[in-house]
Structures are given as structure tokens and as C-alpha cells.
């Protein structure tokens, strides 16, 4: 199992349990966002759905074990799964600092998150490339087993990953980019 402090020490990021706010202004736009998507009924129902399956593992910061191990060196390190996950299991939080969603450069940062406010996309990016935790290694698949979801909790939404399927002991993590991930970047041959 990878400890908080050997992968600090080994990767040289600050690991952070919960989401940082580039500035206070950014932090309320997300607040008034992400309270007027609630009034929307079909959010709201989601949201509350996902809310009853993952708040507690949420607001606990509750992690499963996992090793980071190098794939390959196409592909770099990955998350593996320590013990079985099973289905629906809450695997971890993406966190990072939310900033402004920038055009430029942007590609160049394998650690940045789209963050979602339900089913919108906003102006705002989870940037994990400094301060993060564990979830920042998890890699691309077109098979995932993993899904990433948008909750509201609080007031903040969050961006969590759960387990889609049984998740076997040494398996790696993996979950969908999307399409807008691979725009400008080339995709690994070994994929």
C-alpha cells in the first residue's frame, strides 16, 4: 500500500484531502452555481440519489487502499487496487485547487479534471498537478471500472469516482477522460 507521505516524497505534490479555491471570488460563483443547478428538479434528484450512496464516504474522507506502481513508460504510474473493491464503492474524491479553466498550456497538464457543476460543464478546472491526492493517478480506459460523478454537498460540488463493477485484487483503476481530454492530446498507442 502507497502511504500519504511516499507519495508525497516520491511524486514531490502536497496531498490534500479536500478541494482547494484559487481565491475566495472563485468559491462563491461555485456556491450561487452550484445552489441554482439544485433547483432544477432532475439535478436535484441526482444529486440526492448520489448523495444517499456516497455522502458519508465522502464527508469521512474515506480512501481504499491502493498501491501506485509504474505501468509502463508510455503510460507512467497508475492506481491498483490492494484488496477487491466491490461494485459501488466509493473509491476517492478528485481534488486538487479550482481555478479558472485556461486555453492555453492547458494541454501540457496530465492532472487537470474538468469540474462539473451537474451536468454542465463551467469555467473551472480541478488542477491536481501540485496538490491532489491519489486519484490524480488514475488512467484512461475505454473499459473503465470506475465512473466519475458530480455531487453537491454543502453548497460545493465535488467530482467522486466509484467502482462501476467488481474490482479485482491488483487490478488497475482506471476511468474514462472523455472525448475533450484527447482533443489536443495524443493518445497512447498502448491504449
Known amino acids: 500500500m502507497t502511504t500519504i507521505s511516499e507519495l508525497e516524497n516520491r511524486f514531490k505534490i502536497t496531498y490534500i484531502k479536500d478541494l482547494e479555491f484559487f481565491d475566495a471570488k472563485i468559491l462563491e460563483k461555485i456556491k450561487k452555481k452550484s445552489k441554482k443547478k439544485l433547483k432544477r428538479n432532475k439535478n436535484y434528484n441526482t444529486n440526492n440519489w448520489v448523495l444517499h450512496l456516497f455522502e458519508k464516504p465522502l464527508t469521512q474522507k474515506k480512501e481504499i ?27 476517492g474524491e478528485y481534488t486538487g485547487i479550482v481555478r479558472k479553466r485556461r486555453f492555453w498550456g492547458e494541454f501540457s497538464n496530465d492532472y487537470v479534471f474538468s469540474y462539473s457543476i451537474g451536468p454542465d460543464d463551467t469555467p473551472w478546472v480541478i488542477d491536481a498537478k501540485e496538490k491532489g491526492n491519489f486519484t490524480r493517478f488514475i488512467n484512461h480506459s475505454y473499459e473503465p471500472n470506475l465512473t466519475s460523478r458530480w455531487i453537491i454537498l ?3 460540488a465535488h467530482i467522486i469516482l466509484f467502482a462501476n463493477r467488481l474490482i ?17 492530446r495524443s493518445f497512447p498507442e498502448s491504449f
Not at 506502481?69 to 464503492?89: D, T, W
Not at 479485482?168 to 489536443?184: A, F, I
Open 168 to 184: 479485482r485484487e491488483g487490478e488497475q483503476l482506471t476511468y474514462d477522460y472523455g472525448p475533450k481530454y484527447w482533443k489536443k
Open 65 to 91: 487502499p491502493y498501491l501506485i506502481k509504474r505501468v509502463n513508460p508510455l503510460v507512467g504510474y497508475g492506481v491498483f487496487a490492494v484488496k477487491n473493491i466491490p461494485e459501488l464503492s466509493f473509491i
Open 154 to 156: 454543502d453548497g460545493v
